[in-house]
């Protein structure tokens, strides 16, 4: 075994705080590409009356940040009534297909909002960054505006795991450094807010503007799917995969 | 000729100067940074604005120094007064593990620049003298002395100056007793344990002066003017609830119930725990009307043991209140319960 990998492996096992922790335990995953796997073709939509996007009014640095804002708790599409921004993975996958290549997570400010609103990363050996004593997935966070933003991360209990200053015009990395759902805001801008969901495999999608996330080559089998939504919470769906074949799962919300 | 034309004129002109005085308080208001007269800055003050480490890191957006700065967090103008030069580098260290929760970022300074923000901001300081501000007036003056000249304003807010780091103090003489306050300033962490308010090392006769002009704060700083509150409420069109919080700073609820209603805080002889109970299991019972009737009319504390001095009770704030700040409250305050949400995937 490779002795750097496994030194790595045991790094980043000491270093998981156990209240981040939503998925399994670090590094489970091993890679198995399936010889004939399936997808999950997935949309969730609402089934007749939907919420409309929320409009504030901007209370700090209006020159920067304009007079409103558009928060994002729910993105619908007017004519699929399809709900971006949901979060679908594959309950405790332990082997299957490589993970996708990325360069990296980035989280943009710009003009006091978040760019991406909500995003995947992946917990993988690979992905980890070491810098002195931490490890982790390094997320890269840039400051395209002219005014100061802080970047603090709760966990589900309202506990902060980082709050780190980002400086105008200047990037900065955090390592986050477990699998989970890290909430990210500003507290000079309070309307900001973002999502980073880290998963342990590369069995994951986020749902596009019109409401759809597909998941592919899947090996066949029954699963269990998560889906999460900021404003919605989660859901558990029963799927059964089967070799080259797309599994439908619809989620409809009220109606 | 003439006078037919004067009385649609006259109209426009009481038009005009209505129009006009109806935002005095706004244009008067901190907001529009046209406040009273300007303090005069202190060199240090002015060299710690220049100072290459807050430049670089924007402190100002955030704190006031000098006369320039934001008021997201406490005016650092008399920081040397009130913390400790021990105190001042565990918070810039990891601010998080001196107040959970914060929103001040830990910035990752360097022992460099540790040392030289510790050694700047302990000059941020004004030499009191006791004596002379205790010389002379009546019990509430000479406690208004002291609160100017301790800048308490830096954390507390009193009518429209100050800001909202700490309690709101004012209509504190309406909601706290004499002991309780005195008990408090003498050794606020040894009552609280997790409060940010600092340990002065106030004398006795401090603490009587303070005791006395804290108690004079039965909400007269608020009367001569629109509550500062709601000109920013209003201004900012903010949603109800929200305005509702601001009330529920305003009145420092929080001070008893805790930062959104989760109860906790130390309530000595109060049944069953000796700590005020989250206001959830009360929004739970109470309707409307009722949880109206017990903000107007106070409530008494269950008491453990009959002996012993009597816990605080929930003081009555039917003269602290008018109706659309109540109304305001109440939203607030049914906003936290566990809502039932509109929309869910079941």
Redesign the interface.
Known sequence: MNRVAFARRLLAAALVPAAVLTAPSAFAYTVKEPAEGGAIAGVIRFADAY?EAEVI?V?QDPATCGLHQTLEG?VVNADTKGLKNVVAYIDGMTSGKPFPETSGLELNQEGCRYEPHVQVGFFEPKALTRVDDASGVALEIVNGDD??H???SLDAD???L????S??GKDATKLLPAAGLYHIKC??HPWMSAYVMLVDHPYVAVSNDVGMFRIENVPPGSYKLI?W?E?????ERDVVVKAGEDTPVE?V??G | MRPTLIPPRRFSGAGVALIALAFLPVLASPLFGRDKEERKELPAEKQLRDNPIVK???CI??HTIGNEG?T?GPNLNQVGNRRSADWLRRWLTD??AVK?????????FSERELTALVEALSRMRRDINVNALLAGGTPVEKGRRLFENYDCAACHRIGREGRFVGPDLTWVGHRKREDWEARWLRDPPAYKPVTFMPKFGFSEPEIAALTAFLHDQQGQANTKSRRWEQTVAYY???PAKERGKLVYRRLACWSCHGEDAAGGIRNDNQAPDGVTPSLRKALAVLDDAALERVIRDGSRAGTLDPAAPAPFDCPAYAEAVDESELADLILYLRALAPKK??????
């Open positions: 919420p009014k209370s729910f005014v100061f802080n970047v603090h309202g506990k902060t980082f709050n780190i200053p400086l105008p507290d000079i889906l939504h404003e919605l919470g989660r859901v989620i919300i009220g | 670089e890191k924007q957006t955030c934001g997201v601010p998080n959970p929760g914060t929103k001040m970022p830990n910035f990752g900012l069109d903010l949400k509109k929309w869910s995937f079941q």
